[in-house]
């Protein structure tokens, strides 16, 4: 579905918002229905390959689109939940593959999920990553290099969404686990979210963000007595779980090696 025909069927409950080039370091759009987001930027960009991260706290239902990617009147690249099932499907120059969600299953007490999408021209290989954990490389389209003015589009989303990032090259899959972690990166060539321009219709919110996007969700309160008893029970399901966690999806990377290894 194209940004028109979703703003066709969901009209705007409120006017659009434009913005100069900032620095949006610490806040998240929190998109409501029918609510959409611009990020642009005035300058010719050229993309011969691409990597788009982003972190979001939403809730997952068919049809919702974590983002779709222009240069000018050419659509570059879409991902979206697909079906039933809930399978990733990465759209890219209108060629698309869909991706298995086993490997996307967060932490239990993380409450930001870092997705990030990589397509290299040359080869046509395009991988997802969720929060760390990697899919198989699957090849979509190659040889087609994208010119034009980009902008990057949040619609169809209900939920928060901040650290947006392109860039005109494939990131390394250390670059991408040090994303995932919420540790400093270099900033999108294409689009940053440190220069980022944007206009939003509809239902949309800029606001500070809540959790540090690398940590843990804070622990609630827990009184005395029983209650304190109840919250060291939780913490010991909770470690439980990860641990069981991290030895099915561990993944390795070594130094010299060609990529993560998924065990």
Known sequence: MSLEQYASENP??????????????????????GGWVN???G???SLPSFTVCLRHMSEHQEGQTFFSLSLGSISVASLSLNGSGG??????????????RF????????????LCSTWMSSSGMAQLW???????????WRNQVFTGQPVLTIYGLVGQVTDVHVWNYVLSPATIASYSKGSAVAEGTV????????NSGGYVILEP???SAGLPCCALPVSPGKGAELGKANQRVVKKIQHENSKRRKVVMGKGTEGPTVL
């Open 191 to 198: 689009l940053s979210w440190r220069k980022a321009q944007y």
């Open 209 to 211: 963000m809540q959790f």
């Open 87 to 100: 399978h990733l499907m990465l759209t890219v120059g209108g060629y698309f593959e869909t991706f298995q």
């Open 103 to 114: 490997f996307l299953v967060s932490p239990v007490n993380m409450p930001w999920t870092g």
């Open 43 to 45: 300058a010719v960009a």
């Open 12 to 33: 705007p409950n409120a006017p659009m918002t434009h913005s100069a080039a900032a620095d949006l370091k610490g806040q998240m759009f929190s998109v409501n229905r």
């Open 39 to 41: 990020l642009y930027s």
């Open 130 to 140: 969720m929060n760390g954990m990697t899919s198989v490389r699957k090849g979509i």
